[in-house]
């Protein structure tokens, strides 16, 4: 079984500044995606940036970056000028066959 | 594109009840959904994978007569918590795979909160 580890509850970071959120996971697997989503106040899941494990150049989306590194199994998430509109709970997940495996979340807040 | 729906967003109902909450692909047809479930400042933990036109698969540890899920059309799938008691109460998420993308990237429904008095 899969296991995704989150080992920051909680982060906060001045507005415009970059916060890099840690994600570590557990496979034998050589072949599956990774995700980090998002989950505002709204509850609403919103899809950040996903990369397949068979790519080796790390996955961006404007704002947003991922460091994947396979062999150590780490999966960082990097956020670039923080607005005040990233204030949400990140969960890391990881996903084989369509199931997702998802961590237990880091609670960013992001401070005018 | 991509969106997902999720109806009602709050239910409030007497334990003993069932309580049906539909899961809609908008935009795109979906032959397979996923439902969640959340604890209050917890992680999503997959209760079921929905199959359009066949039984659902459910994780261990999840009555399956409890929690009836159908997936009648690709594009609607139904939980149906039959009996409910106040420890069914939480956050119920569904979401579903667009088959045309070319990653197996889920889209979630907005959640439906499932209150038992």
């Known amino acids: 079984a899969q296991t995704v580890t989150q080992s920051q509850p909680e982060m906060s970071v001045q507005e415009a500044e970059t916060v890099t959120l840690s994600c570590t996971y557990d496979t034998s697997e050589n072949n599956y995606y990774l995700f980090w989503y998002k989950q505002p106040p709204s509850r609403q899941m919103i899809l950040v940036i996903r990369q397949e494990a068979y790519k080796q150049q790390n996955a961006t989306e404007n704002r947003f970056s991922v460091n994947f590194q396979k062999a150590a199994k780490s999966f960082s998430l990097k956020i670039s000028d923080s607005q005040l509109g990233d204030t949400a709970m990140y969960f890391c997940a990881f996903m084989k066959l369509l199931k997702l495996t998802f961590g237990t979340g880091t609670r960013l807040t992001i401070i005018p | 594109g991509a969106v997902v729906s999720q109806h009602p967003s709050r239910v409030i109902c007497k334990s003993g009840t069932s309580v049906k909450i539909e899961c809609r692909s908008l935009d795109f047809q979906a032959t397979t959904m996923f439902w969640y479930r959340q604890f209050p400042k917890k992680s999503l933990m997959l209760m079921a994978t929905?199959?359009?036109?066949?039984?659902?698969?459910?994780e261990q540890g999840v009555e399956k007569d409890k929690f009836l899920i159908n997936h009648a059309s690709l594009t609607l799938s139904t939980l149906t918590v039959t009996s409910a008691h106040p420890e069914d109460s939480s956050f119920y998420i569904c979401?579903?795979?667009?088959?045309?993308?070319?990653?197996?990237?889920?889209?979630f429904g907005p959640g439906t909160r499932l209150t038992v008095l």
């Open positions: 979401s579903a795979r667009d088959p045309d993308s070319r990653t197996d990237t889920q889209y």
């Open positions: 929905s199959n359009e036109g066949s039984k659902a698969t459910y």
